[in-house]
């Protein structure tokens, strides 16, 4: 859901197509309650939504939904996309760290 997120934000002009197709599936009577999670958290945050304009174009439910993530962001009761990416990236550099001791320590060894 992140990747169609940011596919809107490069391409605005697909984004209408994007929050239609969003809609039809949340819209559902037996719509998957992963998928309105995903979009919660995974899409776009509200911040996001009204940068580019997008407030006005999205669909009532797909507006609810991300409003909803929104407000509980600003509770402090969930992370926001932008502290997930962020701790993602910290990861992924410890990660790196650790891998390039693992090989510094297995290269003095031989």
């Known amino acids: 859901m992140g990747h169609i997120g940011r596919l809107c934000e490069a391409h605005p002009e697909v984004a209408p197509e994007v929050f239609q197709f969003l809609e039809a599936l949340v819209a559902k009577n037996d719509a998957v309650s992963e998928i309105r999670n ?3 958290v995974s899409f776009l945050d509200w911040q996001d939504v009204q940068r580019l304009g997008f407030s006005e174009r999205l669909p009532a439910n797909i507006a609810e939904i991300i409003k909803e993530q929104w407000m509980r962001y600003q509770r402090g009761t969930s992370p926001s996309r932008l502290q997930r990416c962020r701790q993602a990236d910290k990861s992924k550099v ?10 510094k320590s297995s290269q003095c060894r031989r």
């Open 38 to 40: 995903a979009v919660a």
């Open 94 to 103: 410890e990660m790196q760290t650790l891998q390039a001791r693992h090989k």
